[in-house]
């Protein structure tokens, strides 16, 4: 059973920090950021990676494949967890994901790019429809996030249809400017704190660090 040691809280809250510095900056900027629901949730796969690592991998590593294959064995496992969050992200019905704009900005610029793509879509309640783009879709608000969530609302939907309005919106968006969101400084700073504590784990005693990778790799 792994030891949650430092080299194990490094592995474990290194790419959260990542994350959350990514996100943080995402958040602090003004511009509009157009993004698939795919993408956003292999993003979180990216950010809980290392839990997954320091967590159930050490703990089930099967004992006699990782003395055979020695740190190769890290990298099936790797490559297995990355198979299954793209797996999951294809699964998932579309989605398109706005950060940094309030739906007063964003719904001018969806009907200006809706009428251009198919002029016969219409409006039902708080979702579209659209026969040429072959999609129906709703509006979902996060406001402590500052996004804009446009989530597929039916299981037929054309995944071209999607890329086209995903395309057609990035470049609506590109002269839009809005607030920078504030918790997005919230993000930032625990991602700082996260990065340094990691950094001041690190270099506190480098050798043990050295020799905890050294078992975790059966080297």
Not at 69 to 90: D, I, N, S
Not at 137 to 157: D, F, R, T, W, Y
Not at 175 to 193: K, M
């Amino acid at each position: 059973m792994p030891n949650f040691d430092p080299l194990h809280a490094c592995i474990a809250f290194g790419p959260l920090a990542m994350y959350l510095l990514v996100l943080g900056i995402i958040n602090l900027s003004a511009r509009p950021l157009v993004t698939t629901g795919a993408r956003d949730l292999m993003a979180v796969g990216l950010a809980i990676a290392g839990f997954a690592v320091a967590g159930p991998m050490e703990l089930f590593l099967p004992e006699a494949t990782a003395a055979a294959l020695g740190v190769f064995v890290w990298v099936l496992m790797l490559v297995f967890y990355a198979l299954v969050v793209l797996c999951v992200a294809l699964m998932l019905r579309p989605r398109l994901v706005i950060y940094n704009v309030t739906s007063e900005q964003l719904l001018p610029v969806l009907e200006e790019v809706l009428g251009k793509l198919d002029p016969k879509f219409r409006w039902v309640g708080n979702s579209v429809v659209s026969q040429e783009l072959g999609i129906q879709l709703s509006i979902e608000l996060s406001p402590v996030m500052k996004n804009v969530q446009l989530v597929s609302a039916g299981p037929h939907q054309s995944h071209t249809g999607w890329s086209r309005l995903h395309r057609g919106l990035a470049a609506a968006l590109r002269p839009v400017r809005g607030i920078p969101n504030p918790f997005g400084a919230t993000l930032l700073t625990v991602g700082i704190l996260l990065a340094g504590i990691i950094t001041w784990l690190l270099a506190r005693d480098p050798s043990s660090v050295q020799q905890a990778l050294a078992d975790m790799l059966r080297q």
